[in-house]
């Protein structure tokens, strides 16, 4: 994390960065997936509004989520009990030093 922004800078939005030049200041936006700037010009209300703005087209949402889990192939019961026995019984036995012998019939 990085260090806290100056007083003047706290209301503005993550990622808008401001670079002195010659006279006059320039905004610059900064992806945080990939760290490339994005240049927006010598006006701070416009920068704000163009930093906003991406940041709500990239924004996640949440129905979206909520649908694309709700269409992921889902696992029957069979599947994971047949990964629980493989698994946890098999670290269970390795702690405890005993031979625990858990068979599961699956209904095919």
Do not use: C
């Not at 808008?16 to 030049?21: T, W």
């Not at 905004?27 to 509004?49: C, H, M, N, P, V």
């Not at 930093?51 to 694309?68: E, L, N, T, W």
Request: hydrophobic share 35%; net charge positive; proline share 5%.
């Amino acid at each position: 994390m990085g260090r806290p922004r100056k007083k003047a800078h706290r209301n503005w939005p993550d990622g808008l960065l401001a670079r002195p030049r010659e006279n006059a200041t320039y905004y610059y936006f900064r992806e945080k997936s990939t760290g490339k700037e994005i240049a927006l010009g010598k006006d701070l209300r416009a920068a704000i509004q163009g930093v906003k703005f991406a940041q709500v087209r990239r924004a996640v949402d949440p129905v979206q989520a909520v649908i694309s889990a709700i269409e992921q192939p889902v696992s029957t019961v069979d599947q994971h009990f047949t990964w629980f026995v493989e698994n946890r019984s098999a670290k269970k036995k390795l702690a405890e030093g005993s031979r625990i012998a858990l068979k599961h019939e699956s209904k095919s």
